[in-house]
């Protein structure tokens, strides 16, 4: 007879009814675009982070097929900061995007990546002035943050003795909370349109973008109707009131992926819009409020949703224990160190095998001894054997690039191709990758 | 409080003097039962040693979680 551990659970009714049957069945991940979560662990070690290349190439064909079939005028970016692997990087330039940088290191990767200088966007609220000319020089796209930044371009322009093509930023209200208004210039109370006024006025400086980037995993498709609406206006103020003619408007990023917000009870199938209701809010929006000739370029600086659903992160259950509370605590070799989306995502969380077992209210902790270390704080799982994987996604976005040199070593990188062959794109640190820097 | 649970056929025990209900595997009924007929935990462990093949570490590991989650339902002392 198979050998089943233990397991009892006192059935408390108003818990079970509210978080779902501590019977529901767990979800169960082998393989990750056919190669075996464990043959990628004996290969590699864990934890390890796997991007699959077929995934990427699918989401980035999706969004540009949505807005394709829209419209004809269509600009992508890869924003840097929400993976910046130049394996990863690549992939994107390869398939045809630019980039979108909001830094002195990730615009030089970005020149390093052989990506040409005028289809890199330089946003941000802080360009030291030595970029900015350098930026200005290779002709890329300024996309300046504030008025003082404004004057920073004038002046190099001035020295340069040329007319400087600039974008501006734009914040707004549209009706999504938090508002981001810290960056750019205010369309509701008319900063926007000074600014663009005080562009008009300058012999050094000329108007050809405007850009507004009004949040990350945005729920509601309308507001980038919104969003599209302001911005049209002001390119219609430009060629009106100043005679200058707006060659483009980049709407940032901000589409969300298909990740389970904290909070929120439904499923991302159920809230997350389809990319074709943001694409249909934004053309619609931009055919029914053009008034020139020609039709804007329109960019997009999407990170979230092109790359998030193709990243995993493998990790190996190291040792269970029973917490004075009840609960089954599990020691994963990951921690929030490289998984700084776990303080909002409630991460899909696959095992490897079918355990055949009821399950238990538990929680994964991470390898760190810190307190804060918890990637879920209850989940119901079956006694899971020591060694054994656990796939946690959608983590492709922001948790590399932000992923922290804490305790640990942080972990290789693996991409798999269209092949199905592996390749690894990040070594682990070791001790000499940590020390580096340190002088004595 | 332990000795009072009754489980039914589909492993769901219940205790009736304080209307509290538990949801169980066969493992657990096991134990229970071996609880129930005044068995001790080292007993416990070698019938399960004997039972399913596992290692003796894995079922000393095993039921001393399991006493202890006993424990924490307040079924044991
Ligand atoms: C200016 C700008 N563009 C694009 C992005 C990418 O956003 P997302 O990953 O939500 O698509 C960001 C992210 O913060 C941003 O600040």
């Not at chain 1, 924003?79 to 002195?104: D, R």
């Not at chain 1, 949703?305 to 029973?322: M, N, P, W």
């Not at chain 1, 929030?336 to 991460?347: D, E, G, K, Q």
């Not at chain 1, 922001?398 to 040199?405: A, E």
Request: proline share 4%; hydrophobic share 40%; glycine share 6%.
């Amino acid at each position: 007879m198979k050998y089943k551990k233990p397991v009892i659970n006192r059935i408390d009714f108003a818990i079970s009814s509210k978080y779902g049957s501590p019977l529901h069945s767990q979800k169960i991940r082998t393989e990750i675009d056919g190669i075996g979560v464990h043959e990628l662990v004996e290969q590699y070690g864990s934890p390890l982070f796997v991007f699959s290349q077929k995934r990427i190439k699918e989401q980035y064909m999706q969004l540009k097929q949505a807005f394709e079939d829209r419209y004809p005028k269509l600009k992508l970016s890869w924003s840097y900061k929400t993976n910046y692997l130049n394996a990863i990087c690549k992939i994107y330039h390869q398939l045809g995007s630019g980039a979108e940088v909001v830094s002195e290191f990730e615009y030089d990767k970005a020149l390093a990546n052989n990506v040409t200088p005028s289809d890199i966007i330089y946003n941000g609220p802080y360009k030291p002035k030595e970029y900015l000319k350098k930026a200005i020089l290779n002709n890329s796209k300024i996309h300046v943050d504030h008025l003082l930044e404004l004057e920073d371009v004038q002046s190099i322009a001035q020295e340069l003795d040329q007319v400087v093509n600039v974008a501006i930023r734009v914040n707004m209200d549209v009706g999504v909370y938090p508002n981001w208004n810290r960056f750019g210039f205010n369309y509701d109370n008319n900063e926007a349109y000074e600014a663009i006024k005080f562009i008009a006025n300058s012999p050094y400086l000329n108007l050809n973008g405007l850009h507004t980037h009004i949040g990350t995993f945005i729920l509601e498709a309308n507001a980038y109707k919104i969003a599209t609406i302001k911005l049209m206006k002001l390119r219609q103020q430009a060629l009106e009131e100043f005679g200058m003619n707006v060659e483009y408007i980049d709407l940032g990023g901000g589409f969300a992926s298909k990740n389970h917000l904290k909070g929120i009870y439904q499923s991302p199938e159920v809230v997350v819009p389809s990319v074709d209701e943001y694409a249909q809010a934004i053309t619609n929006a931009i055919y029914e409020y053009n008034t020139s000739d020609e039709l804007p370029t329109l960019y997009l600086e999407t990170g979230r949703y092109l790359i998030d659903e193709a990243g995993y992160l493998l990790t190996s259950i190291q040792a269970y224990k029973r917490l004075p509370n009840g609960m089954k605590s599990y020691i994963l070799d990951a921690g929030v160190n490289i998984l700084y989306t776990s303080a909002w995502y409630n991460f899909n969380i696959e095992i490897d095998k079918d355990y055949d077992n009821l399950t238990e209210p538990s929680i994964l902790n991470g390898p760190l001894c810190m307190n804060i270390d918890v990637i879920n704080d209850n989940i119901s799982l079956p006694p899971l054997e020591r060694n054994s994987i656990l796939t946690i996604s959608p983590v492709g976005a922001y948790n590399i690039t932000q992923s922290m040199q804490f305790i640990r070593y942080r972990p290789r990188v693996v991409l798999i191709d269209d092949d199905s062959n592996t390749r690894l794109i990040r070594q682990e640190d070791d001790l000499q990758s940590v020390m580096a820097k340190e002088l004595e | 409080m332990l000795h009072q649970i009754i489980i039914d056929e589909n492993n769901m025990g219940f205790i009736p003097s304080i209307g509290a209900s538990f949801q169980m595997n066969e493992t657990a009924r096991e134990i229970i039962n071996h609880i129930q007929q005044g068995l001790h935990k080292d007993d416990i462990i070698q019938a399960l040693v004997a039972k399913y093949g596992i290692s003796q570490q894995e079922a000393l590991i095993d039921v001393n979680d399991f006493f202890m989650k006993l424990k924490i339902y307040g079924l044991i002392q």
